[in-house]
């Protein structure tokens, strides 16, 4: 389902204000498992879900434009990352699933190891009596997981789990925990949860009309309970925040400290005009407010087509944030369509003065490098392409260096034709920013020559350089997405479709001036599903 028509769906709940329970029966196959470990992965081995899905993985797989090291989930179609969280050694990751048999959104579930290799898992959560089960996150404590979440029809939902995979869930009290009314303050949905204190706290995303004119903004509406039952209204959450657009709604927030300390809080979440979008600030627990100081983006343009659209976000324990968002198709495809971004670390940035968050690839991807080509330092002469011959393919990683001289544009381009009639191009600028800072740009305008592509605008960020600080690039591309990380603190991301089979070339250029490659590495990437 479209963002579009999720806020169609919630505007109606919200017009109506009325609690609308789902009498229609359940499609989907449901088991309840055993409660250990052992008897869990035996019960999973003859399960009828993981047998289906198993079939439609592999029929799917043959999809030219279905990545390989992306999470991709098994079946139809998929929507927005939900409830990313660490239990018991493990990682989980759930999401809007659509089954083929009953495509209204059922909570899907994948775990992993290493948040790169993934595992399907059955279903988690099916609707009933919400009408669908929308958005929303997770709490681990020390003897089980809670999952609050967005029921269409119903309200702000709870469910609790507890055994080892997270297997079977139970709904507290069996109906909205916080339910839907005629004339209520505040809005409901994609909630968030926390504890802070002797209270649970649930963050639920909307607007108030307090704006420019009279039009929308972002409020983030806090309620708090100690029994996970009954939940007491507080306020609007935010204060002094100036870093979003007028119309901005705060979708699918994830609240979590960041910082070795702890010391700042950051909110991210999901524009319906903009995109991913995060806040940095400060958490005053006395009142229950989150004082904003700062704000950024995680995509740069309109989520659709192509763009990285909502996160889900769980603390590492190590003082960053863990961030997992999918991403929209510009491409028809059968049988599926969204994926699942990198894995992405978020940690504070010292020093750092407008760019305040590092962004770096999480997980083990490293464990799915192969054949290892390695190009020397070299001049790329100004104004020239130059091919990278032993370089190519369609799922591969990228390590570059490369010392521009000021005010220069180098080009770094993927996906290539061998006459370069379809390519996918990364211009790295220097000194073009705010401050002198250096511009990323992921221009995916001439990347498929297929008539039924619909290109995304070029990404274009900043990225805050210290001085004469090289450019260090790390770029990821898997058949339909690129993903490039920059020094360390900036991501820009895109889908692509290149129409071509001999579209694989890698080639670099200087434009107007001389610049230096001190180093280039390249590894085929191996699927995460062929172990």
Same mark, same amino acid.
């Given at each position: 389902?479209?963002?579009? &028509?999720?806020?169609?769906?919630?505007?109606?709940?919200?017009?109506? *204000?009325?609690?609308? !329970?789902?009498?229609?029966?359940?499609?989907?196959?449901?088991?309840?498992?055993?409660?250990?470990?052992?008897?869990?992965?035996?019960?999973?081995?003859?399960? $009828?879900?993981?047998?289906?899905?198993?079939?439609?993985?592999?029929?799917?797989?043959? %999809?030219?434009?279905?990545?390989?090291?992306?999470?991709?989930?098994?079946?139809?179609?998929?929507?927005?990352?939900?409830?990313?969280?660490?239990?018991?050694?493990?990682?989980?990751?759930?999401?809007?699933?659509?089954?083929?048999?009953?495509?209204?959104?059922?909570?899907?579930?994948?775990?992993?190891?290493?948040?790169? +290799?993934?595992?399907?898992?059955?279903?988690?959560?099916? /609707?009933?009596?919400?009408?669908?089960?929308?958005?929303?996150?997770?709490?681990?404590?020390?003897?089980?997981?809670?999952?609050?979440?967005?029921?269409?029809?119903?309200?702000?939902?709870?469910?609790?789990?507890?055994?080892?995979?997270?297997?079977?869930?139970?709904?507290? #009290?069996?109906?909205?925990?916080?339910?839907?009314?005629?004339?209520?303050?505040?809005?409901?949905?994609?909630?968030?949860?926390?504890?802070?204190?002797?209270?649970?706290?649930?963050? #639920?995303?909307?607007?108030?009309?307090? *704006? /420019?004119?009279?039009?929308?903004?972002?409020?983030?509406?806090?309620?708090?309970?100690?029994?996970?039952?009954?939940?007491?209204?507080? +306020?609007?959450?935010?204060?002094?925040?100036?870093? *979003?657009?007028?119309?901005?709604?705060?979708?699918?927030?994830?609240?979590?400290?960041?910082?070795?300390?702890?010391?700042? +809080?950051? &909110?991210? +979440?999901?524009?319906?005009?903009?995109?991913?979008?995060?806040?940095? *600030? %400060?958490?005053?627990?006395?009142?229950?407010?989150?004082?904003?100081?700062?704000?950024?983006?995680?995509?740069?343009?309109?989520?659709?087509?192509?763009?990285?659209?909502?996160? $889900?976000?769980?603390?590492?324990?190590?003082?960053?944030?863990?961030?997992?968002?999918?991403?929209?198709?510009?491409?028809?495809?059968?049988?599926?369509?969204?994926?699942?971004?990198?894995?992405?670390?978020?940690?504070?940035?010292?020093?750092?003065?407008?760019?305040? &968050?590092?962004?770096?690839? !999480?997980?083990?991807?490293?464990?799915?490098?192969?054949?290892?080509?390695?190009?020397?330092?070299?001049?790329?002469? !100004?104004?020239?392409?130059?091919?990278?011959?032993?370089?190519?393919?369609?799922?591969?990683?990228?390590?570059?260096?490369?010392?521009?001289?000021?005010?220069?544009?180098?080009?770094?381009?993927?996906?290539?034709?061998?006459?370069?009639?379809?390519?996918?191009?990364?211009?790295?600028?220097?000194?073009?920013?705010?401050?002198?800072?250096?511009?990323?740009?992921?221009?995916?305008?001439?990347?498929?020559?297929?008539?039924?592509?619909?290109?995304?605008?070029?990404?274009?960020?900043?990225?805050? &350089?210290?001085?004469?600080?090289?450019?260090?690039?790390?770029?990821?591309?898997?058949?339909?997405?690129?993903?490039?990380?920059?020094?360390?603190?900036?991501?820009?991301? !895109?889908?692509?479709? /290149?129409?071509?089979? %001999?579209?694989?070339?890698?080639?670099?250029?200087?434009?107007?001036?001389?610049?230096?490659?001190?180093?280039?590495?390249?590894?085929?990437?191996?699927?995460?599903?062929?172990?």
């Amino acid at each position: 389902m479209t963002a579009n &028509l999720k806020n169609l769906c919630i505007g109606l709940t919200a017009l109506t *204000g009325a609690v609308v !329970a789902s009498t229609e029966a359940a499609k989907v196959p449901q088991s309840t498992f055993p409660r250990t470990l052992q008897a869990q992965e035996e019960a999973l081995k003859t399960n $009828s879900l993981l047998e289906r899905f198993g079939k439609s993985r592999k029929e799917l797989s043959q %999809d030219r434009y279905r990545p390989l090291y992306h999470y991709v989930n098994p079946e139809h179609s998929l929507n927005d990352p939900n409830g990313l969280c660490y239990w018991q050694g493990r990682w989980h990751m759930f999401y809007q699933a659509y089954p083929p048999e009953d495509p209204r959104q059922h909570w899907g579930h994948a775990v992993s190891d290493d948040l790169i +290799h993934w595992r399907d898992l059955p279903y988690a959560i099916y /609707p009933g009596p919400e009408q669908m089960c929308y958005s929303g996150s997770t709490l681990v404590e020390e003897n089980r997981v809670i999952a609050a979440y967005h029921g269409i029809g119903q309200g702000t939902m709870v469910a609790v789990s507890s055994d080892p995979l997270l297997l079977n869930w139970e709904k507290v #009290t069996g109906k909205a925990v916080i339910p839907l009314k005629p004339g209520l303050p505040y809005n409901i949905f994609d909630p968030c949860i926390w504890k802070q204190g002797g209270y649970y706290y649930i963050l #639920t995303a909307g607007v108030q009309k307090v *704006g /420019p004119g009279g039009k929308p903004i972002r409020a983030e509406f806090l309620h708090r309970s100690t029994d996970l039952a009954t939940w007491e209204y507080l +306020h609007s959450f935010l204060e002094n925040d100036q870093y *979003g657009l007028v119309g901005d709604d705060g979708a699918c927030p994830y609240f979590w400290p960041i910082g070795e300390k702890g010391e700042k +809080h950051i &909110l991210l +979440h999901f524009s319906h005009m903009s995109g991913g979008k995060y806040l940095l *600030g %400060d958490y005053d627990t006395q009142r229950d407010k989150f004082v904003v100081t700062d704000g950024g983006d995680f995509n740069f343009g309109n989520w659709g087509p192509c763009g990285v659209h909502a996160p $889900s976000a769980a603390p590492d324990g190590k003082g960053g944030v863990i961030a997992i968002f999918n991403m929209n198709p510009g491409k028809p495809t059968q049988g599926w369509n969204q994926i699942m971004t990198l894995p992405r670390r978020l940690t504070l940035r010292p020093g750092g003065t407008w760019n305040p &968050l590092n962004i770096e690839p !999480a997980g083990d991807i490293e464990s799915l490098r192969a054949d290892h080509v390695r190009v020397e330092s070299m001049t790329l002469p !100004a104004n020239q392409e130059v091919v990278i011959e032993n370089v190519r393919g369609d799922a591969l990683e990228l390590t570059a260096e490369l010392a521009p001289r000021p005010n220069q544009t180098i080009e770094l381009n993927v996906l290539r034709s061998p006459e370069g009639k379809e390519v996918t191009r990364i211009l790295f600028m220097r000194d073009r920013g705010y401050r002198g800072a250096a511009v990323v740009s992921l221009d995916t305008s001439r990347a498929s020559l297929a008539a039924d592509v619909t290109h995304r605008p070029p990404e274009t960020a900043q990225v805050e &350089l210290d001085g004469n600080e090289p450019l260090k690039v790390r770029v990821f591309v898997d058949r339909s997405v690129v993903e490039v990380f920059v020094n360390g603190r900036q991501c820009v991301a !895109a889908r692509v479709y /290149p129409e071509r089979k %001999d579209s694989v070339g890698v080639s670099l250029r200087a434009q107007g001036q001389d610049a230096m490659l001190t180093s280039l590495a390249a590894w085929r990437m191996q699927s995460i599903w062929e172990r």
